[in-house]
């Protein structure tokens, strides 16, 4: 079906109003007239009434064609607007691979309909909370997944005679995010809520497109953002550009950061050179140094690998206000063999920080691989969080083996706690929110 049956407009009209013409011309002629009139304004009000249930609260889908299309003719009722409030929008890489492997005629079409998305999103007065979600490895052009060679088009894009196939398939997820945040943070309505992952930081220039796109995190109560390490690797001002954004969001309460440690594991068969240098590099690593946001209450931190100076830096500074602290899978930046570890922070050292500057702090999560310059330790409560970390690890997994991985390194879950101390984190938390005594962990060394 042609794109523009999907972005048709959708006429206001009655059920009374779809019936065939013969048909009205013969109720007309056997009713008075104010009983056409009357009978006209019952099928609208019993229209109105059926467009209601159209639409809930919540609309998730995914940002193909259909879905797309069907968001944007909702926004276009009235009645149906008004009832959206939540809007979720996933994309997986493996979901994506499938339907292409059982639609091989969408390869030919862009599968993404951002402007759909984006003229909905504009179209619904009372939407409060907005997620954009992809899959962990996302950004890949379906040049990068060589359907241009399945195509047979000229890779380096000459004497393309296809040349808008060629766009399409140059064209990634990152570009028309940042087109359609740009666009929301002019035209919508203003959000409570944003989820994005992966945010596309590194395709933004600083100067320009991140002025724009700010304008969207100024009402926000809650936000939660992804940044891929690749994205890290490529660009070095990517957390520089993420302070820039933190610092628009003026009413932020809570704040979800995953810092996508993948492919960042010790013992992933690099070699001396390269663990050295990887070293230095996450050894000058900052964690938001002149990020304060005055009401934080909630600070979630997400396979992160950072100075855990910065880390308490980062704690102290929101100590006034800091109600709730999740740390899942974070790793203290480890100096290169020719530096010294002595005067960098330790775990004791944040937890100490934790315990003692946070009177305000009511709740401490800690979950996942510990780790700094020579000790780790891994925190998991019960078998069942087991099973789903190792049900999370098969997808990643399963993204690597459908070409969406960035390179496929690392050490899954299941590898770490096997060589690591399993360690139950009760103790620890209620230690760090005053309510018992610290404890003795059994932490590994690290030989370094």
């Not at 009209?13 to 009139?37: G, I, K, N, T």
Request: glycine residues 6%; negative net charge; aromatic residues 6%.
């Amino acid at each position: 079906m042609d794109d523009d049956l999907y972005a048709a407009d959708v006429p206001q009209l009655s059920p009374l109003s779809r019936l065939p013409h013969e048909l009205l011309l013969y109720v007309a002629r056997h009713l008075p007239l104010q009983d056409f009139c009357a009978l006209r304004l019952t099928s609208q009000h019993i229209s109105s009434k059926l467009r209601v249930l159209l639409a809930r609260e919540d609309f998730v889908g995914v940002p193909w064609r259909d879905s797309a299309a069907r968001l944007d003719a909702l926004a276009r009722l009235p009645e149906c607007a008004q009832q959206i409030r939540r809007v979720r929008v996933r994309s997986r890489a493996v979901a994506t691979a499938r339907r292409l492997a059982a639609h091989p005629e969408e390869k030919r079409t862009a599968p993404l309909r951002a402007d759909l998305l984006c003229d909905a999103l504009c179209r619904l007065p009372k939407l409060e909370e907005l997620e954009l979600r992809w899959g962990r490895f996302p950004f890949m052009s379906r040049a990068d997944l060589g359907l241009d060679v399945e195509l047979g088009l000229d890779p380096t894009g000459e004497d393309d005679a296809d040349s808008e196939l060629a766009r399409q398939l140059a064209y990634t997820t990152a570009g028309w995010q940042v087109e359609m945040l740009v666009d929301l943070a002019a035209d919508a309505q203003p959000l409570r809520a944003l989820t994005v992952a992966p945010l596309a930081l590194d395709a933004m220039d600083q100067a320009s497109y991140l002025p724009l796109v700010a304008n969207l995190f100024n009402s926000l109560v809650r936000l939660d953002l992804q940044l891929t390490a690749r994205a890290q690797r490529d660009d070095p001002s990517l957390l520089s550009k993420l302070e820039d954004v933190l610092e628009a969001a003026w009413v932020l309460r809570e704040l979800r950061l995953d810092l996508d440690d993948g492919g960042l594991q010790r013992g992933c068969g690099l070699t001396e050179e390269e663990e050295e240098q990887r070293g230095e590099e996450h050894g000058s690593r900052e964690l938001l140094p002149k990020t304060t946001i005055s009401n934080l209450q909630s600070l979630t931190l997400v396979r992160a690998v950072t100075s855990l100076s910065d880390l308490a830096a980062l704690l102290k500074r929101h100590a006034g206000t800091l109600r709730t602290l999740e740390l899942r899978h974070v790793r203290g930046a480890r100096p290169s063999s020719r530096k010294s570890p002595s005067g960098l922070a330790t775990w004791e050292d944040v937890f100490r920080v934790v315990h003692d500057d946070l009177p305000k702090l009511t709740r401490a999560t800690m979950r996942g691989h510990f780790e700094d310059f020579d000790k780790e330790i891994y925190f998991q409560v019960g078998e069942k969080e087991g099973e789903e970390e190792e049900q999370q690890q098969e997808e990643e997994e399963e993204y690597v083996r459908h070409g969406q991985g960035q390179n496929g390194e690392g050490s899954s879950s299941l590898q770490i706690r096997e060589r690591v101390p399993v360690v139950d984190p009760e103790p620890l938390e209620r230690y760090l929110v005053r309510l018992g005594k610290a404890p003795t962990l059994d932490w590994k060394s690290v030989a370094f």
